[in-house]
């Protein structure tokens, strides 16, 4: 670290990694960790809450009248219960356990926008989606005969919003957006996009994939008539995420999935649909999954958002900084008001190759196109190099990465 810099003094990130057992591994030795957009490391305990139900209450969930099942049950129950209040929502019942983020958008656009969009309605959806926010929407537009539009990012990958009137009119029926772009690093104003759609008695799709792990979330404050999150990127397992949706929305979308626990009854030729949430959770659920959410919200909480939320913006503000300094590094996305992803290219190296190169210097960074081909298309570029922060990375770790770019530059000049 630069003289004179200081780490966030209110915030111990050194000890907050103690709880992460990857850095630990001998043949993780010196892994810097900044891929944290694509999915997060997990803490010990979020590793023991998933264990501890394997090995101590292992039963189904909702089916069995024995002492283990029974805990199973409250166990997954309360991990619903700690992640509406997590997000701020009215009802636990609102809260539907999915996969991912992925999965949770595709119940809105099988179950709900199938039901209600036709061939003389629009759906909106922004330039700097994730592939999950926009091939649903796609589809569904090609489906029902919808028109599929889009809300422009300007050359800062921000969306300006005195685009809305002209786009939103009684024909929208949904509207999808980001709240934090996985490329760009971008904030959007999702309220105001919000208000704005409910003027003209559109829904709003939010997807909170970047937004949850980092900042505080309120969606009855956003109004958001659906909210979707992974929480494989807030600490919690792979395969458990969060479909939220309205009561009154929920209870006239379509279950997505037919079959065990969703039904209240049975009969030769039809059946009747169980409450919210069960009519959407279809089979065995993600139950350990569950668990660890609920263990990976006990550990944000333990923190406090608001303090992960500094911490991620003094890394990012101070990654800013630094990268500036760089040569020919170009940084993509505003320089404020950003989350904590931040993506860039430098010379003409391929961002694969910065990549590669990289990791021989134990440095986990992401390469690609992120899964939003038009942010790609849109900045002309076929790929670019990604470095995301959390709770556990420090400001040294980035003066690491400083150095390895500049050390990169190098390296490949000789090869031109
Ligand atoms: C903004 C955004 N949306 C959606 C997703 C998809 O998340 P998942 O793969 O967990 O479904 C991601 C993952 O990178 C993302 O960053």
Known sequence: MESGTKENTSFDADKIREHF????????EGLIYFDSAATSQRPREVLTACNNFYEKINANAHRGA????????AAFEAAREKTAKFIGAGRTEEIIFVRSTTEAINFVAYGWARKFIGVEDEILVTE??????????????????????????????????DQLDSLLSRK???????????????????????RAAHNVGAKVVVDGAQSVPHLPVD?????????AFS????????????????????EEMEPVYYGGEMINDVDYYQSTWNDLPWKFEAGTQNIAGAIGLGAAIDFINSIGIDTIREHDHSLTEYALNELKKIKDLVILG???????????????????????????????????????????????VAATARASFYLYNTKSEIDALVHALNEAKGYFSKWR
């Open 21 to 28: 057992p990857i850095f630990f591994q001998p043949e993780n």
């Open 66 to 73: 024995y002492k283990i099942a029974e805990k199973a049950t």
């Open 219 to 227: 969606v009855v404050d956003l109004d958001a008539d659906f909210f």
């Open 231 to 250: 929480g494989h990127k807030m600490l919690a397992p792979m395969g458990i995420g969060v479909l939220y949706g309205k009561t009154a929305l929920l």
């Open 128 to 161: 700097m989606e994730h592939h999950s926010n926009l091939i649903p929407w796609q589809v569904a537009a090609q489906k029902t005969g919808a028109r599929l539009r889009f809300l422009k990012m300007n050359e800062n990958g921000v969306l300006p919003l």
């Open 334 to 380: 505003p320089t404020e008001n950003r989350g904590p992803a931040i993506s860039f290219t430098l010379g003409n190296i391929h961002a694969h190759d910065l990549a590669t190169y990289l990791d021989q210097k134990n440095i986990a960074i992401r390469s690609g196109h992120h899964c939003a081909k038009l942010v790609m298309k849109k900045f002309n």
């Open 172 to 194: 929208t029926k949904l509207v999808a957006v980001t709240h934090v772009s996985n490329v760009l690093g971008t904030v959007n104003p999702v309220k105001e996009i919000i």
